[in-house]
């Protein structure tokens, strides 16, 4: 398959592992890239940037495909050194970069001048925009069935994409609840040119964390996934358990005057527990409604492969059936 998204980066199929903290290691992105996708390294899972510089060398080693590094710029205790960061990215020769959170106009003349391409995770049509004019050379459209962070607009993609297809020039891909063929074709059909997935690739052979996780997902339906800190208008979308249960709780009791130093404890610092240590109860940790749609947990490449084939079948064969002759 062949989109303005495989060329902009290279890749065989339109097919993005987004970044995801203390999962989008080197194994797990190489894997993806390996395959024919794009597979990103999350940029601030390594503490420093020489961290990150090593993560990058160690994914080099295992494919020489193209690879992304994801960048987050969410609220956070402590600013981290973005500009070492971005040279550990342009040093190692790295040509996509997906940004979040926010705007990373300040960021882009250093990684353009490098000729590394940008893909901005959006939640909004207006982000999107404000991405294009700022010279981002792709956006993930991130409806609000997305694992991880929805922004507050709660549009979800059978909305989202479409609009986004009515407003934008560049191209961009489908995030959030993106599973399958069935996903990725009818991203296709709304506009997307191709789909970014998070939770599907964690429930994979080589995703680098707990098994415990992996099952998680697999047990999950689509109703498992709650809202978290929205009252913060820093809305997560969690997979329920017991700290969520309690962060809820504190919610509800707080209302308005609710403070991030009332759930610090069940929300900073939580992931390695749960994702090195498989410590399910430990924290709030990302997770998508689309975790519904995951019943196994294949290699990344038996995923890939299997959605490009699909996908296949169902244009040619389903859709066209439709047609009259
Ligand atoms: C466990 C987990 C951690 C994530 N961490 C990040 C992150 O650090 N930065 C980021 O931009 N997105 C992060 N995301 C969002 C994903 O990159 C992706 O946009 C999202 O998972 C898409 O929705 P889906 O889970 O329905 O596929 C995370 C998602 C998950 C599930």
Not at 47 to 71: F, M
Not at 268 to 273: F, I, N
């Amino acid at each position: 398959m062949k989109t303005r998204i495989t060329e902009l980066f290279g890749i065989e199929h339109p097919i993005i592992q987004g970044g995801m903290h203390y999962v989008g290691f080197a194994e797990l992105a190489a894997a993806v890239s390996e395959a024919g996708g794009l597979g990103i390294i999350t940029g601030l899972t390594q503490k420093t940037p020489d961290d990150l510089d090593k993560e990058i060398k160690k994914a080099r080693e295992l494919t020489d495909k193209p690879i992304g590094v994801n960048l987050t710029f969410l609220p956070a205790f402590a600013t981290p050194p973005y500009p070492e960061y971005i040279d550990a990215i342009i040093s190692n020769g790295i040509k996509a970069v997906e940004t979040a959170g926010r705007n990373p106009a300040e960021h882009l003349p250093k990684l353009k001048e490098a000729g590394i391409k940008i893909i901005h995770k959006c939640t909004s049509v207006r982000h999107s925009l404000k991405a294009q004019s700022i010279g981002c050379d792709a956006v993930s459209v991130d409806g609000f069935e997305c694992g991880g962070h929805p922004g507050e607009d709660d549009i979800p993609n059978m909305i989202l994409l479409p609009r986004a297809a009515d407003e934008l020039d560049i191209p961009f891909v489908a995030s959030g609840g993106q599973a399958d063929a069935r996903s990725l074709v009818a991203s296709l059909a709304m506009g997307a040119e191709g789909v970014n997935m998070g939770t599907r690739f964690i429930a994979t052979k080589e995703a680098p964390v707990h098994d415990n996780v992996k099952q998680a997902i697999v047990a999950a339906s689509e109703l498992d996934t709650a809202l978290v800190m929205r009252p913060l208008r820093n809305t997560e979308r969690v997979l329920k358990n017991a700290a969520v249960d309690e962060i809820l709780k504190i919610e509800q009791e707080k209302g308005a005057d609710l403070q991030i130093t009332d759930i610090l404890d069940q929300v900073a610092g939580v992931y390695p527990q749960i994702m090195m240590e498989g410590e399910m109860d430990r924290g709030a940790w990302s997770c998508g409604m689309v975790a519904g749609l995951i019943h196994d947990i294949p290699t990344c490449k038996e995923l890939i492969d299997r959605i490009m084939n699909e996908a296949d079948a169902i244009i040619r064969q389903r859709l066209e059936g439709f047609l009259a002759a």
